[in-house]
């Protein structure tokens, strides 16, 4: 299995940018899809960019297209989110997920088996 573990998140004023981490201890970082999810408060989790490191494939939602740009990096075994143009939308609590690799990026948040704890992202306006 794979272990995600969050971080980089904070406050912003909006226009601003944050880069998310996402260290992914355990098994090899090739075998697997990194996705990022948000929730905000009394809204369901909702999908937000993955990546799938073995090919660079990558998949964003609509909200964030062109604002945000999903990367990884297979040395290091680390996934960011880069998120440029932030607004008070975008606050909510961040979290990487992994699955093992398919042909096709998930964008389901139940198709993810592991999920690291969360960072709170907060854009003030």
């Known amino acids: 299995q794979v272990q995600p573990v969050e971080s980089g998140g904070g406050l912003v004023q909006a226009g601003g940018s944050l880069r998310l981490s996402c260290a992914a201890s355990?098994?090899?970082?090739?075998?697997?899809?990194m996705g990022w999810f948000r929730q905000a408060p009394g809204k369901e989790r909702e999908f937000v960019a993955a990546i799938k490191p073995i090919d660079g494939n990558t998949a964003y939602a609509d909200s964030v297209k062109g604002r945000f740009t999903i990367s990884g990096d297979n040395a290091k075994n680390t996934v960011y989110l880069q998120m440029n143009s932030l607004n008070a939308e975008d606050t909510a609590v961040y979290f990487c997920a992994a699955r093992f690799v398919s042909w096709d990026i998930k964008v389901d948040p139940t198709e993810y088996t592991y999920w690291g704890q969360g960072t709170q992202v907060t854009v003030s306006s």
């Open positions: 355990g098994r090899p970082f090739s075998n697997y899809a």
